[in-house]
């Protein structure tokens, strides 16, 4: 089984910056996944990181420790349409298979106060 | 728009009834996921085909079942459907058929959301 932890709740105000940690333990590891989601919407791409290290994308960054099953999500010069749900996912192959899919944390929401 | 689609956006339906929910996937993706999100759930990983053939299996009741048909495009069936059930069902796609190729691949559809009532 898969198990992907990361806060529930976040606040934080505007041009600040905040840290969403994820961690895991799973099998199969084949990369990290960041998605943002606002209430009902879609799921939308924020980063990725298959390797060590920090992934940077102009606001947003993300780190990785597989070693650690550690990641972080940053989020700079945060922006009132920032406040959404974050999801941290974890790609698994089956031994043997060369196809993945994406296990999710529950998400943690973000609230960018004024 | 991201290139999935998926119908309708929104069912309602009682207790005891079946259901369809229909995705097509972004063109030139061979892989459709489905995913169950509840409330008190998070994104629940349901079931995954690749070019036709079953892949993998998540935390799909046996009430559910699925298919993807020669056009790409896939099916999820609910039956018996219970209280329980309501939720926002989603459908990705990636084109991810090489160990490690894909880095960025899964793109969602907007969402099927089912009230079961």
């Known amino acids: 089984g898969q198990n992907i932890d990361q806060p529930t709740e976040m606040t934080a105000t505007e041009g600040a910056i905040v840290q969403i940690n994820c961690t895991y333990q799973t099998s199969g590891f084949n990369g990290l996944f960041w998605y943002q989601q606002h209430a009902g919407e879609a799921p939308t791409f924020l980063s990725y990181n298959v390797l060590d290290g920090l992934e940077e994308k102009g606001r947003f960054s993300s780190f990785l420790s597989r070693s650690k099953g550690y990641s972080y999500l940053l989020l700079k010069e945060l922006q009132m349409k920032d406040s959404a749900s974050y999801l941290c996912?974890?790609?698994?192959?089956?031994?043997?298979?060369?196809?993945?899919?994406?296990?999710f944390g529950r998400g943690t929401q973000l609230t960018v106060w004024p | 728009d991201s290139g999935v689609t998926q119908t309708p956006k929104h069912l309602i339906t009682a207790t005891g009834q079946r259901v369809t929910l229909r995705c097509s996937p972004r063109s030139g993706d061979l892989s459709v996921y489905w995913y169950q999100q509840s409330l008190d759930q998070g994104l629940q990983f349901l079931i995954q085909y690749y070019n036709g053939e079953e892949r993998a299996k998540g935390n799909i009741l046996e009430r559910f079942s699925a298919q993807q048909f020669p056009d790409l495009h896939s099916e999820l069936n609910l039956s018996s459907l219970e209280l329980g059930d309501s939720a926002l069902y989603f459908c990705a796609s990636s084109v991810t058929n090489l160990r490690g190729g894909d880095g960025y691949g899964y793109t969602f559809g907007s969402g099927t959301r089912l009230t079961v009532v």
């Open positions: 996912a974890v790609r698994l192959f089956d031994r043997g298979s060369t196809l993945g899919r994406l296990y």
